[in-house]
């Protein structure tokens, strides 16, 4: 027998009156425990508040824009044996609630013609790709299950990835993965089959307006739930194509996106930042829809890079056609380089660099590793000049610690880091990656070289794991090998300085009674001026310099 129970706001702290802004419910519709029922917002924070019961909701006692406290009546439940009977419900509010209908972007197939709800019984659902815009043929470039994974709702399925941007697509139920339909490579449009999804019955029976439950409000009020209304349904997928409202950069100056946790949790499943998006919501609040929205512009191209956090903004590049000036082609840029690009494009507008230039004295350096060589070869080791080089920036590491520190998070305080981990720059077929070496202190010249040989053959195959790129303190990017004098390379935060190298050459030094030949190598220092200043800089390639010409001075 069903008992009708009254849920009450719970307590919430000392405060009074505080806005109902989203209701996650409505009549009809089956929750379990701590399903979300309401989120509140105070002037300080939202929270949602989550069902005591699971049962039926019976009645909503609240509406959007009313002010609640401890102990105001939110809804009425009915809970027991017969609190999943729709039709009582029904029956109890006096309203019309038909059938809902099934879960979006998925393809029902029962292994019974006719599945009693609640019964448990098994059924099969094709999961398919879901609306993302305009878009044919993106490719698959992740598969993130396998046959027999159980899965939740909204948990990430596959990769997919346009000319502009890659996304994560979320299952839109619970179940267990029975099979996969796509492979890596494969091109797919919206409502191509992803893979196949079992799931039980009672689940899609008694529970299916919780598949999102930020969707929830609009359901409520939705066309959907009036019968045989034409005009009504007309209406609602006009608004589901309702064009998503991006922030300009003007209105992003000191503002906080707000959000609910469901929706925060979304955005990051999907990489949507928040920051760039005006909600469409009660105060401007970010739903599910415009998440959703924003993830598709992101596909198409034209979702505004991130605006820098202070008054002045840069203008926008103007588009050019350059095939009404000859003849092009075009060609996509590596995955590399489209993760790489953003990255220094933030590092180059939030850090004010300056460069030092400075030359060092290789000939006796150069003269002992070529002696060095023939037996670095017979344990297969190329010796390069590199491992020396890193050696040598440990030293002034030690000797000048704000170059081995990063700025804290508010800016405020220097962070030095006690281990010495050097990121190298690596040249690769699909762009420049710095696959970071770890305690370098600790390691000889030769076992470095044989470590930078397996790093920088496992960056040109494109098997680096994300821990070879985390955790450096100071980058060397080296072009002795290709050529030049001089160069800028861009700091790589969190870091605070990076040290270029060029092509060593010959040049005439007077050694105080004549010029002799000797072998200068150009060093091309960048830093960052808020922690590091010229004189320092100075210092750091001097010291550097020093410990190159006369490598014995390590031992010291």
């Not at 797919?188 to 029976?205: F, N, R, W, Y």
């Not at 762009?431 to 070496?437: A, E, I, K, R």
């Not at 390691?443 to 070879?468: C, F, H, N, T, Y």
């Not at 800089?537 to 001075?553: E, P, Y």
Request: proline share 7%; glycine share 8%.
């Amino acid at each position: 027998m069903a008992i009708e129970k009254s849920v009450l706001v719970p307590d919430i702290g000392d405060f009074d009156g505080v806005e109902v802004i989203e209701i996650l419910v409505s009549a009809g519709d089956s929750i379990a425990v701590e399903d979300s029922l309401v989120t509140l917002e105070s002037d300080k924070a939202s929270i949602e508040i989550p069902s005591p019961y699971a049962g039926v909701v019976r009645e909503v006692a609240v509406r959007i824009g009313d002010k609640v406290s401890e102990g105001t009546l939110l809804l009425h439940m009915l809970v027991g044996d017969s609190a999943g009977d729709k039709k009582a419900v029904v029956e109890r509010s006096g309203q019309l609630i038909p059938d809902v209908p099934t879960v979006p972007d998925v393809e029902e197939k029962s292994d019974s013609d006719t599945p009693a709800p609640g019964s448990g019984d098994s059924v099969e659902q094709i999961v398919l790709v879901p609306d993302i815009g305009s878009f044919e043929g993106v490719e698959v470039i992740e598969i993130l299950v396998a046959e027999g994974d159980s899965v939740a709702a909204e948990d990430s399925l596959v990769t997919l990835e346009s000319d502009k941007a890659s996304i994560e697509i979320p299952s839109p139920l619970s179940g267990e993965v029975a099979g996969i339909v796509v492979k890596v490579g494969d091109r797919v449009s919206k409502g191509d089959p992803l893979l196949k999804l079992k799931t039980q019955a009672e689940l899609q029976s008694a529970k299916p307006a919780q598949a999102h439950p930020d969707e929830a409000p609009a359901a409520a009020n939705s066309p959907a739930r009036v019968a045989g209304s034409d005009s009504g349904r007309q209406a609602g997928e006009k608004e589901s194509r309702q064009p998503p409202v991006l922030a300009r950069p003007s209105d992003l100056t000191g503002r906080i996106p707000h959000a609910s946790p469901s929706v925060r949790r979304f955005a990051r499943e999907l990489g949507a930042d928040l920051a760039q998006i005006i909600g469409t919501g009660p105060k401007q609040r970010i739903t599910r829809d415009d998440i959703q929205n924003y993830i598709k512009l992101a596909l198409r191209g034209v979702v505004p890079d991130a605006p820098s956090a202070g008054p002045m903004q840069l203008p926008a590049l103007p588009e050019i056609d350059f095939a009404k000036f000859g003849e092009i082609e075009e060609r996509p840029l590596s995955r590399i380089k489209k993760l790489s690009g953003g990255h220094l494009s933030a590092c180059w507008l939030n850090i004010p660099h300056v460069t030092q230039h400075d030359e060092a004295d290789i000939t006796s350096l150069e003269a002992f590793r070529n002696e060095q060589k023939s037996a670095a070869a017979r344990q297969d080791i190329r010796l390069t000049f590199l491992p020396f080089l890193m050696k040598a920036c440990v030293g002034v590491l030690r000797e000048l610690p704000e170059f081995n520190s990063s700025l804290s998070a508010d800016r405020g305080s220097l962070i030095y880091k006690k281990y010495f981990n050097i990121g190298v720059a690596v040249d690769t077929p699909g762009g420049l990656v710095v696959p970071v070496v770890r305690n370098v202190d600790k390691k000889g010249v030769l076992e470095l070289a044989a470590e930078l040989m397996a790093i920088s053959q496992r960056a040109r195959d494109g098997k680096l794991s994300p821990s070879d790129l985390q955790g450096g303190c100071f980058s060397i990017s080296s072009l002795g090998g290709i050529g030049g004098t001089a160069f800028t390379p861009i700091v790589n935060a969190p870091e605070v300085a990076i040290l270029g190298v060029s092509k060593s050459a010959f040049k005439p030094v007077w050694n105080g009674k004549e010029f002799e030949p000797r072998l200068m190598l150009p060093l091309s220092l960048s830093y960052d001026h808020r922690v590091i200043d010229g004189a320092m800089a100075a210092r750091f390639t001097s010291t550097l310099s020093g410990l190159l010409s006369d490598i014995r001075r390590l031992l010291l």
